[in-house]
């Protein structure tokens, strides 16, 4: 089993950046993928990006690619979420999770098994 702890998240204006860490522990040489998903009031919970633990590729979302990057420190065993040029659209709650090595391309939350208790990120206009 692997923990995931969020830090990071807060208020921001809009045009603003933050960056968000993921921390894990546990059976953390079990990581394959490790993924951002967020989930507005309301709304389903919609993937963001993620990262193959071990090799570095990414893949984003259409609505945060070139805003948002996301990178690892395998030593650390943390993940980031840069997000630059925030918009009102980007409030949520932000959950890193991790997953098999197919949730690199099938994008869904069911692909994912461990997942953190979620940082609020607020964007105002």
């Known amino acids: 089993q692997v923990q995931l702890v969020e830090s990071g998240g807060g208020l921001v204006q809009a045009g603003g950046s933050l960056r968000l860490s993921c921390a894990a522990s546990?059976?953390?040489?079990?990581?394959?993928?490790m993924g951002w998903f967020r989930q507005a009031p309301g709304k389903e919970r919609e993937f963001v990006a993620a990262?193959?633990?071990?090799?570095?590729?990414?893949t984003y979302a259409d609505s945060v690619k070139g805003r948002f990057t996301i990178s690892r420190n395998n030593a650390r065993n943390t993940a980031w979420l840069q997000m630059d040029s925030l918009k009102p659209e980007d409030t949520a709650v932000y959950y890193c999770?991790?997953?098999?090595?197919?949730?690199?391309?099938?994008?869904?939350?069911?692909?994912?098994?461990?997942w953190g208790q979620g940082t609020q990120v607020t964007v105002s206009s």
């Open positions: 546990g059976r953390t040489s079990s990581i394959s993928v």
């Open positions: 990262v193959h633990w071990s090799g570095g590729v990414t």
């Open positions: 999770a991790t997953g098999s090595l197919r949730a690199l391309t099938r994008t869904t939350p069911d692909e994912y098994n461990s």
